[in-house]
């Protein structure tokens, strides 16, 4: 008896590639049918606070507040490995950027995104103003905002459009806790059960190793949700963000997500202690 599972994921080219066996049905996942929906990721985290879908693409920073309800699996991380969300501006900045930072109107994709959650801890005391992530360097032309913090594809053309580079905060975090930064994973709805669950995250795994293994078509496939960006471009961010954190966060990857959100917890972003568990 086929049963269908809602997955849901940024309309970006990593979240493609990695989806791309799943929605063109390159592996054989038995019973179970997928319909993909995509959205911005924050109005993922909104949706998956409400329970909304069996199966999404989260922020980690909005795992912290969906841990009851989801759990973490173990393939599909975006792991910022001395890299990540950056912070740029219309003009150089004048000095230590943490300090520069202080009391700037700051455009953020989301208070729930991990992007939101690094900045924080970078640099407690800013002004955030909530934007889309792709009119965040609109805001940042137009002078709406003093700097914008860029996820997604703005992290390699931001200086196309004339800004400057403030501070790559995945660069950061890796200078300062020897760890990659985790920027976003998949969650699974633990009301599906234990097997249900598994089954789900073997299917995951069968499709990023797929993408992985077909490149060509998989970028293909990506580049449709690219926003632009170049063939050399859209293989180097896909290249960033799928990869072999992607297929298993090993240990040290598993160790970086408790690390932030214990760190987000002492810093009082995150409300409450979170004990991440992962279904493999």
């Known amino acids: 008896m086929t049963k269908t599972i809602h997955v849901a994921h940024s309309p970006d ?39 909304e879908l069996e199966v999404s693409a989260v922020s980690i920073h909005a795992y912290a507040h969906l841990a009851d309800r ?20 219309r003009t150089p900045c004048p000095g230590d950027p943490q300090a520069a930072l202080r ?5 953020v994709p989301g208070k729930l995104t991990t992007a939101y959650l690094a900045l924080r801890l970078f640099q407690p005391s800013f002004d955030a103003v909530v934007i889309p992530f792709d009119q965040i360097e609109s805001a940042v032309a137009e002078g709406k905002v003093d700097v914008g913090l860029l996820i997604h594809e703005g992290q390699l053309t931001y200086a196309d459009h004339g800004f400057d580079l403030w501070a790559d905060l ?3 975090w890796l200078a300062r806790t020897g760890f990659p930064l985790p920027l976003g994973g998949n969650v699974v709805r633990r009301d599906l059960g234990e097997r249900l669950m598994r089954q789900i995250a073997g299917d995951l ?21 690219s926003r632009g960006l170049s063939e050399e471009r859209t293989d180097r961010f896909v290249g960033m963000y799928v990869n072999q954190w992607t297929v298993d966060y090993g240990p040290r990857g598993r160790a970086a997500v ?23």
């Open 103 to 107: 009391g700037r109107r700051v455009g």
């Open 13 to 51: 080219s990593d979240d493609a590639f990695m989806f791309y066996a799943l929605a063109e049905g390159k592996i054989d996942t038995g019973e179970l049918r997928y319909v993909h929906e995509l959205a911005d990721i924050e109005t993922l985290n909104r949706r998956a606070l409400a329970g």
């Open 170 to 172: 995945g660069a950061w």
């Open 205 to 225: 795994k069968a499709s990023i190793e797929y993408g992985l293994e077909h490149r060509v078509p998989a970028l293909s496939h990506a580049r449709q949700f």
């Open 258 to 280: 408790q690390r932030l959100l214990d760190e987000g917890h002492q810093a009082g972003v995150i409300p409450r202690p979170v004990r991440v568990d992962f279904i493999d």
């Open 70 to 89: 989801y759990a973490l699996l173990g393939s599909g991380a975006s792991m910022g490995d001395g890299y990540g969300p950056r912070l740029v501006a």
